[in-house]
Nanobody
Framework: QVQLVESGGGLVQPGGSLRLSCAAS????????VGWFRQAPGKEREGVTC????????PYADSVRGRFTISRDNAKNSVYLQMNSLKPDDTGVYYC????????????????WGQGTQVTVSS
């Protein structure tokens, strides 16, 4: 069964850290560009970051640059999102999505999508 599964979300205080995982099954994730997107309540889904399939390019949204880091472990068929110095504005459902080729900021321009994991940053 082909799927992406996110995990690692939860409740964290401002300034804290979380590490999200995006695990693929049923297909090899290496060679795919994998993006992280998030959607806050009442807001549109936005791109957070992406890691390219071949060249490993990693663009970041201005709002997370310097605080979030995306990485991949092809041996584990997974991509990770390390989130540090979390802020209440980082609250939302985080999704990963995979596509062949280069990174895309269009959530729907992907081949596979995960179901999302909730991140809540609150004191």
């Amino acid at each position: 069964q082909v799927q992406l599964v996110e995990s690692g979300g939860g409740l964290v205080q401002p300034g804290g850290s979380l590490r999200l995982s995006c695990a693929a099954s049923g297909f090899p994730l290496d060679g795919y560009a994998v993006g992280w997107f998030r959607q806050a309540p009442g807001k549109e889904r936005e791109g957070v970051t992406c890691i390219g399939g071949l060249h490993g390019d990693t663009p970041y949204a201005d709002s997370v640059r310097g605080r979030f880091t995306i990485s991949r472990d092809n041996a584990k068929n997974s991509v990770y999102l390390q989130m540090n110095s979390l802020k209440p504005d980082d609250t939302g459902v985080y999704y990963c999505a995979a596509r062949v080729g280069l990174c895309s900021g269009d959530y729907y321009d992907h081949k596979y999508w995960g179901q999302g994991t909730q991140v809540t940053v609150s004191s």
